[in-house]
């Protein structure tokens, strides 16, 4: 199955900014799309971004982050982006990436999900 190795996670103040990346390894890359997830403590995991692997890479946001969240990707290196500004409290949860996310009923299916990496974003 696809390998998926996320970075960046670690702690910020309220404003700041953080650059998530994550990397593909074991099938093409570039025809499949890929999105960000989160979870915080207590709560359901909750759709943040998706990237098309075609018709030039379109995006799509949830409302909660539209405007401070960019995803992108990088084919030639296998990896894709979530940059994240203007950030706040309420963005504090652990970020996945997700290998061809579609949505099954009232869940959230991937072929592969990265490990996870932790976003703490203090007042």
């Known amino acids: 199955q696809v390998q998926l190795v996320e970075s960046g996670g670690g702690l910020v103040q309220a404003g700041g900014s953080l650059r998530l990346s994550c990397t593909a390894s074991?099938?093409?890359?570039?025809?499949?799309?890929m999105g960000w997830f989160r979870q915080a403590p207590g709560k359901e995991r909750e759709f943040v971004a998706r990237i098309f692997g075609s018709g030039g890479g379109n995006t799509y946001y949830s409302d909660s982050v539209k405007g401070r969240f960019t995803i992108s990707r990088d084919n030639a290196k296998n990896t894709v982006y979530l940059q994240m500004s203007s950030l706040k409290p309420d963005d504090t949860a652990v970020y996945f990436c997700?290998?061809?996310?579609?949505?099954?009923?009232?869940?959230?299916?991937?072929?592969?999900w990265g490990q996870g990496t932790q976003v703490t974003v203090s007042s």
């Open positions: 074991g099938r093409t890359f570039s025809i499949y799309p």
């Open positions: 997700a290998w061809n996310p579609y949505a099954d009923g009232s869940r959230w299916r991937a072929d592969s």
